[in-house]
Every structure is written in structure tokens, then in C-alpha cells.
């Protein structure tokens, strides 16, 4: 899976973990990857991004909290801050094997971070001028750091991707159906259209005190009791006076169920799996009543594969262009000092 660029909250708390952003001008290390040197400032913005994650492992997975000795403690054998330094060092050898790529794809011509930053800071100017001038933006006013690393790197993914010469992008028949076969019910299954009848009375919005539900409550039970195939919940609530504002009537098309499902989840979930003319009992949930009724349903099978091909293929494109870009880091041709690094990581992480 592609290794994502942590931003906004997680990097806030990163920063916060490691007391602030201290430069150890005094402390050098030697770190290249595939001839081409990481500097301070470069490995610095992606340890940062890899304070969080390297915490929460940790922590979750052992049942420890953060105190003052927490980096510096080991942890099952696992000292916390050559963890830390040795996912740096690995998520360095991902971003530079994603930038290798793309220069030999002609998408980018300089690859270092000093670089990225020149076109960062470019992009920036560029979009501030359209604001200026009126113009449409689209995306972010302005880009962080992180952002734009993570948009420049989307964009490299997507642009070959879209190159079907490029390595990888070719989809078999069979490739295609096997996902599809694998996938299809967590991701394939076409929602079934839906007619649902129902009262919900729901005690905080209405105002109403326990009295009044526990009235409704027994009212809807004697509705409940019944329904029957001559009797709909409709016909039933009709006559009732006080019952009668809270009934409502939906018809939910299969193309519409995400939308409904924002409006009316809770009656859907209830609802869903009824046949037609069954009825839930009453349900009483954390204060809101239901009782719902299926009027109609027209069920569905899987979503046909001709119609989930594009998507299919994107999916599986991408996966193949991670997969290389995950093989090939791992050949990268590293020279390190892992001393000194580790020297490194534990003097700027241990500050506070």
C-alpha cells in the first residue's frame, strides 16, 4: 500500500512530541540514497512525519504511554528512537524512488529537496497572483510542506498511471475478474430499491418528557400488534391523531441510497433487511422510537463487471505502480553512518 504523507493534526502533534523544530547544527551524519545525498533539513521533515505513527505503534501494540524515558527505553527488545530513525530512513528511499520515476518519466528535472521546495514555493506564488487577479483556484489558496509533497507525488501517481505503455499498467482479463470475484462483496453489491414506511419519534428534538414516550411507546405496540396483510402501518397510523405527524414515506432508489442514507441512516439500518409488508417491532433506541414498515422492494445482485471495469482497472494500476515503487526502494543502494544517525535521532528527539 502506498505510504502516505502525514499532515495537518498528526503533524502538529509530531512537532509537539519532539519539543519543537531544533536543528543539531553541531551533529553530522551521512546518509545517500542511490548516490544522491538526504540532507538535514530532508530528513528532519520526514522524521517528523514519522513521530506519530512510530508512537502509536508502539504504544498500542505494547500497552506503554509516553513519559520522559519513552524514546530512549526499549520496548520489547525495540528501542523506540532507532525505530524512529530506521522508518525515516525507509520512508526517504520510498519518496526518493517515487521522484526517480518520475524524472524518467519526464515529469519532473531536479529531484531534491531543495528543489521541491523551489517549486513549492513557485506553485505558491503562482496561485497567489491568480487569487489576486481574480482568477480561479482550484485546491488549496496555498500549500504547506507536506501538502505539496503530497499533491506532487499524487500527481506523479496518476500521471503513470494514465500512460498505459508505462510498467504495470496492463490489466488482464484474468487479473480483472479475480479482483473482481474477490472483491465483489465489499465492493460490488448493487443496494436494492427500498419503499419504507415508518414513524420515528425522537424525544430530544420533539421535547418531549418520558411520560409522552412511554404513551407512544404502548401506542405504537397496539399499532404493531396490528399489522398484518390487511392492515399497512399507513392505514393504521391514519387515524391516529397523534401519531400521524411523525409518519413518514420513502421511497429510496438504489442510486439514491448514499444520499438517503446521510438524511435517514438510522430508518435505513432499521429498515433494510425487511421483506415486503414486514415490519420492525418497536424499537426504543437511546430515545427515539421507530416502528418502520417495507412496502415495496425490487432486490439486486452484483453490480455487472463491464460496469465496474474502469474502476477496477484504476484500482489495480495503482496497486501495480506502488508495488513497483515499493520493490525498488528496497534495492536502493544505501550509504549510511546508522551510528550516527541514531546519534542523531536520539539527541533531537530526547530534547525538550
Known amino acids: 500500500m502506498k505510504k502516505k504523507l502525514i499532515t495537518g493534526i498528526a503533524i502538529a502533534a509530531a512537532l509537539a512530541a519532539i519539543g519543537g523544530g531544533i536543528f543539531y547544527k553541531n551533529t553530522r551524519f551521512e546518509l545517500e540514497i542511490n548516490s544522491q545525498e538526504i540532507v538535514r533539513d530532508e530528513f528532519l521533515y520526514v522524521m517528523n512525519q514519522q513521530v506519530y ?3 502509536q505503534e508502539l504504544t498500542q501494540k505494547n500497552n506503554v504511554s509516553v513519559n520522559s524515558d519513552f524514546w530512549t527505553k526499549a520496548i520489547n527488545g525495540e528501542i523506540p528512537y532507532e525505530k524512529l530513525a530506521d522508518d525515516t530512513i525507509e520512508q526517504l528511499k520510498y519518496n526518493r524512488t517515487v521522484y526517480e520515476i518520475a524524472k524518467e518519466q519526464g515529469l519532473v528535472d ?10 513549492k514555493e513557485a506553485e505558491n506564488k503562482d496561485r497567489a497572483e491568480k487569487i489576486a487577479n481574480g482568477e480561479a483556484v482550484y485546491g488549496l489558496s496555498e500549500f504547506t510542506t507536506e501538502l505539496y509533497m503530497e499533491y506532487e507525488m499524487d500527481s506523479f501517481q496518476k500521471k503513470y498511471c494514465e500512460n498505459l505503455q508505462n510498467e504495470g499498467m496492463s490489466i488482464s482479463d ?13 465492493l ?13 419519534i425522537d424525544s430530544m428534538a420533539e421535547g418531549l418528557a418520558e411520560t409522552q414516550m412511554s404513551t407512544f411507546k404502548n401506542a405504537l405496540t397496539d399499532i404493531y400488534k396490528q399489522i398484518d396483510a390487511d392492515h399497512s402501518l399507513k392505514g393504521l397510523i391514519e387515524g391516529n391523531d397523534a401519531l400521524a405527524p411523525y409518519f413518514a414515506h420513502e421511497e429510496i432508489l438504489s442510486s439514491d441510497m ?33 416502528l418502520i414498515q417495507c412496502t415495496a422492494k425490487k432486490e439486486y445482485d ?7 471495469k474502469d474502476n477496477i482497472d484504476k484500482e489495480l494500476r495503482e496497486r501495480h505502480y506502488n508495488e513497483i515503487i515499493e520493490k525498488r526502494a528496497a534495492q536502493s543502494d544505501l550509504h549510511c553512518s546508522i551510528d550516527r544517525i541514531y546519534s542523531f535521532v536520539k539527541k533531537y528527539i530526547t530534547k525538550r
Not at 460490488?188 to 415508518?198: A, E, G
Not at 430508518?267 to 427515539?288: K, N, Q, W
Not at 452484483?302 to 465496474?308: C, L, S, T
Open 258 to 290: 448514499s444520499a438517503k442514507s446521510r438524511a435517514i441512516g438510522d430508518v435505513i439500518a432499521h429498515g433494510y433487511e425487511l421483506g415486503i409488508g414486514e415490519s420492525t417491532p418497536v424499537i426504543d433506541e437511546e430515545g427515539v422510537l421507530y
Open 110 to 119: 531536479e529531484i531534491d529537496y531543495a528543489h521541491m521546495l523551489e517549486r
Open 188 to 200: 460490488f453489491v448493487k443496494d436494492d430499491d427500498i419503499t419504507l414506511d415508518y414513524v420515528k
Open 302 to 308: 452484483y453490480i455487472p463487471m463491464e460496469d465496474v
Open 174 to 186: 484474468e487479473e480483472r475478474q479475480a479482483y473482481y470475484e474477490e472483491n465483489k462483496d465489499a
Open 53 to 55: 505513527p512510530v508512537t
